[in-house]
């Protein structure tokens, strides 16, 4: 069994040989060829040697297109923050005022330098390995990245008092949305990975979430290709029902703390489930406190034939020992299942 064959014998049930598992190793590539975080995101083929050096040193079932939405907010005329360890962040909104959204352009993908880093990463990552890993496409979600464009404190009164605006936004978002990601699946990625940073209950009511399910309905529908919805940085449960019955869904990446068997109690037994350890804390942890959180995992989810091993939140830091990452890849790769 390749780690293709691996990962999407989960979607069914299949027994497979070996617990598939991903990481999301995206900015560690920078670290692995110890070169600064702003030259690495800005060059796709610099990138692509990152992830090469993934695959050599941790050989994950699942590769990751580049995760950062801000450079996808830049391709709205963002600003960004560069750093030498981290992933770039946005410097402030695109939007200031409401009249601005019907200026705003979704990008043109011929010229834009953030989408061609987007496009031509993934195509470099999928014609290596799309034959024998899936490869997987982050994309921020069409409810979410207005809090990138315009701030979330905007988004949110938005939402609760400019519903006609929410439409206008929503309508380009969108566009966005389903040209990129079905551009990614062009390019090879085997499914979209959504994040809903804002579009959780930690952020907004239950009346502002019905409101923009519609929108996600359409959106979700339009993609030609499966989706995994992330949990981002927030709680994934509290709308997960609802999450689960949009187009193309087929899995969930949880919040550390989000129980496995209660998410089962809510979605049923068939769709694939994966996260509970936190990416960001990896560079606190020993590699004992490593393994065993990760069993702790593998454990829970002994018998569950939906399972992929997964970290949650955003990517594991730039200066995490990689001998602590290899504790965990050697215990997922030893862990007998079944």
Known sequence: MNSLERVLATIPGIETDYQPFTMLLSLYGASLLKTSAKEYYRNPELWFEGQKAVVDNFDPDILITPFSFPIEAEAFGCELLFFDKYAPN???????????????????????????????????????????????????????????????????????????????????????????????????????????????????????????????????????????????????????????????????????????????????DNMVLMGNFDGPGFANLTQEKAIEKTLKILNDRKNDKHFIFATSNADIPYETPVETIKAVVHTIRDFKKY
């Open 90 to 268: 946005s410097k402030k909104p695109v939007i200031t005022d409401l009249s601005q959204i019907k200026d705003l352009t979704t990008p043109d993908f011929e010229k834009s330098l953030p989408i061609r880093f987007f496009l031509k990463s993934t195509t470099l990552l999928a014609n290596q390995y799309g034959k024998t890993k899936a490869i997987a496409s982050p994309i921020h979600a069409p409810s979410d990245i207005p809090a990138l464009l315009m701030g979330m404190e905007m988004w949110i009164d938005t939402l609760f008092f400019h519903h006609d605006k929410v439409k206008e936004m929503m309508e380009k978002t969108t566009e966005q949305f389903v040209k990129l990601g079905n551009e990614l699946i062009e390019r090879g990625a085997t499914f979209l990975v959504v994040p809903v940073n804002f579009t959780t209950a930690m952020i907004i009511t239950d009346r502002i979430f019905e409101m923009l399910l519609p929108y996600l309905e359409k959106a979700f529908s339009q993609i030609k290709g499966p989706i995994v919805i992330h949990n981002g940085g927030s709680k994934l449960l509290p709308f997960i029902d609802r999450f689960a019955k949009l187009p193309n869904v087929i899995a969930f990446v949880l919040e550390p703390s989000e129980s496995f068997n209660e998410a089962r109690k809510i979605i049923g």
